[in-house]
């Protein structure tokens, strides 16, 4: 029961509180490049929630079953790369063989999510954060996929309008999506604080 | 003599571009998530910039030496490799040297792995000139990224404390001043509202020049 | 593959450059490490020299409800003497997870001290927990469970500790992080006899 509540809390936490986009400033550029549409994004979001959640728990075993214990951490940054580019490697081909048409939905963002700042980052604060569990690492990747997916569709329905109202020229594209991040940004500011 | 006036012409070119005209952040709209991550004050952004100098110089010429042995498949792992091994080298030189750097620098140091900037220009232009041209590439994009990150990190400090590399600037309130910060500006709003503003105005400066 | 030979020679030679590297650095930056936290427990203690870390591994339970292994050092003066105790605790504040380094006097009865290794709390409201005036209100606090109050005396140094004005959350988790694991590294110390020791 008092693990439950633990990987509830992580849950809600890394999705709203600590929300990869909004506070960590990871996965910005795919978030300019994809929101335009909501579908494209949710498609984009979930092939990072699925990826993610894969890399995630792919490193953290890596991480405290191998490097810890030969005391190769210096190596990690090369290995968890590697792990990543691996992963979306497998799951492109797992998709392409038995999900063909979930693959043509994914169409070219699978092979972009290698460098979505995201994943790596996900890893990394993983490490950073002294996860001891591996079923809270698997919890934590997966609901920083759902939080990224929360955000870019988020983003994606104000773009949608955005397109109908009169911006400036010189702000139309990257700027107004990131002044309209920004408020998002301060938005969620009002989560801090809710999981102690 | 007139080639080697070419030749350096072109040098100056390839210097400039990654200033100005093909400025990273700004224009090619690479690397945004340091950029937004480290620009809280001006010391983090510099040592970012210079990090990202050091890979980016280091990656490109490793690219350029191997570029004739690489094949199409391997191309991008190829790339990755290197760039992991010179960010993990960074990494260890932050932490011996200015450990208080890397600490506030914390995970975004080895975020330069999946920063797109380097991996475009090894692509773009190191797997295809030779050794100097890939060297002064990554001089000027790397200098302009860094030229980039300290504007923004100036605006966002100088706002948010009153000071500019740690040495107080505008007086703030607390000190017999007048200024009253914005705290808002060292967390992630003004973070995002900066850049998009600062991208607002350099497509104003752009237009106007066309 | 026959490609795969440059691959080869290349993971050796990166592998290579990161183990020479590292073999030059890590002498560095682990003095780094211990310098920054001896530094801290340095004001604090003020007569502290040389830190010694305790074999017995105390166990406490987090905030959170996680079981988590505290380091214990035992503070020793130029004379040789136990002047206190030093560990770090950690938990989660308003916007991250704060970081403290906790100074005990020699009987464990009271707080010589705490500072904050790392936090990311608002800037000019909960980062003002790094501020002298309100982390001098632990300075000879009772070593045991201390309660936050938004009102009161910061000079009147009790069980009470008043919190930062506009900054409550930052204040209450500083308070129970401190108060968390200072009761439970007492309880487990004395049940270890890591105490009977000191001297």
């Known amino acids: 029961m008092d693990t439950l509540n633990i990987l509830l809390m992580s849950f809600i936490s890394i999705v709203i509180v600590n929300n ?14 994809v929101s335009g549409r909501i579908d494209m994004a949710f498609g984009m979001g979930m092939a990072v929630t699925f990826v993610v959640t894969l890399s995630g728990t792919m490193t953290w075993m890596i991480d405290n079953w191998i490097l810890m214990k030969l005391g190769l951490e210096v190596t990690r940054y090369v290995c ?31 092979p972009l999510i290698t460098t979505n700042c995201a994943i ?13 569990s591996l079923l809270e690492a698997v919890v934590l990747s997966f609901g920083a996929g759902i939080g990224f ?41 009002g989560f801090a604080g809710m999981i102690r | 003599m007139t080639n080697s006036n070419a030749k350096t012409a072109r040098y100056w070119q390839t210097l400039l571009a990654g200033l100005w005209r093909e400025n990273p952040v700004f224009r090619l709209l690479l690397g945004m998530c340091p950029t937004l991550a480290v620009t809280a004050a001006v010391k983090p952004a510099l ?13 490109n010429i490793i690219v350029s030496l191997m570029r004739n042995l690489l094949k ?24 011996a040297f200015v450990p208080r750097m890397s600490e506030m620098l914390g995970p975004y140091v080895p975020l330069i792995i999946v920063n797109c900037i380097i991996i475009c220009r090894a692509e773009a232009c190191a ?49 017999g001043g007048w200024f009253v910060p914005w705290a808002a500006m060292s967390m992630p709003v003004g973070a995002f509202i900066t850049l998009g503003l600062m991208l607002g105005l350099v497509n104003m400066v752009g237009k106007k020049k066309t | 593959m026959q490609q795969s030979w440059l691959l080869i020679v290349a993971s050796f030679f990166f592998g290579l450059l990161i183990a020479v590297t590292n073999a030059a650095l890590s002498p560095r930056i682990r003095q780094n490490e211990i310098n920054k936290r001896n530094r801290m427990v340095t004001v604090l203690l003020p007569e502290a020299k040389d830190f010694i870390l305790m074999d017995e591994q105390v166990e406490i339970q987090s905030l959170q409800g996680k079981k988590e292994k505290v380091e214990i050092y035992k503070v020793m003066s130029a004379a040789d003497e136990c002047v206190g105790w030093s560990f770090e605790a950690a938990g989660s504040g308003f916007a991250d997870k704060i970081k403290l380094v906790i100074a005990i006097d020699k009987h464990f009865e009271k707080i010589a001290g705490i500072d904050i290794i790392s936090s990311n709390e608002t800037p000019g409201f909960g980062d ?29 140094i009790d069980s009470e500790i008043v919190a930062i004005s506009g900054a409550t959350i930052s204040s209450e988790a500083v308070v129970e992080i401190v108060s968390n694991s200072v009761t439970q590294v007492k309880e487990q110390m004395l049940k270890k006899g890591i105490m009977g020791n000191d001297k």
């Not at chain 2, 040592?47 to 990656?59: A, K, N, P, Q």
């Not at chain 2, 100097?132 to 404390?161: H, K, N, P, Q, W």
């Not at chain 3, 209100?137 to 936050?148: H, I, M, R, S, T």
């Open chain 1, 20 to 33: 990869l986009v909004f506070t960590k400033f990871l996965g910005i550029c795919p978030y300019l490049g």
């Open chain 1, 149 to 189: 997916t929360m955000a870019i569709c988020i983003m994606a329905g104000i773009r949608e309008n955005l397109n109908l109202a009169d911006v400036p020229e010189c702000l139309k594209g990257a700027p107004i999506t990131l002044i309209t991040a920004g408020l998002l940004a301060m938005a969620f500011m």
């Open chain 1, 80 to 110: 968890f790369i590697l792990v990543i580019a691996g992963a979306v490697q497998l799951v492109e081909m797992y998709l392409r063989k038995f999900f063909p048409s979930l693959y043509d939905s994914f169409g070219i963002f699978l």
């Open chain 2, 47 to 59: 040592t970012m910039g210079c990090c990202v100098i050091f890979v980016l110089i280091c990656s």
């Open chain 2, 127 to 175: 797997s295809k000139n030779g050794l100097a041209v890939s060297i002064i590439d990554a001089l000027g994009m790397g200098i302009g990224f860094t030229l980039t990150l300290c504007v923004l990190a100036g605006v966002r400090e100088i706002l948010s404390t009153g000071a500019l590399f740690e040495i107080q600037i505008i007086r703030l309130g607390s000190q």
């Open chain 3, 128 to 156: 003002q927990i790094k501020n002298d005036y309100y982390r001098d209100q632990f300075n000879g606090a009772p070593a045991g469970d201390l309660k936050l109050v938004t009102i009161g005396e910061r000079s009147q």
């Open chain 2, 72 to 95: 199409p498949h391997l191309r991008i792992l190829m790339f990755t490799l290197t760039i992991a091994t010179f960010v993990t080298i960074a990494d260890l030189f932050l932490k």
């Open chain 1, 120 to 132: 790596l980052g996900l890893c990394l604060f993983i490490n950073l954060w002294g996860i001891n």
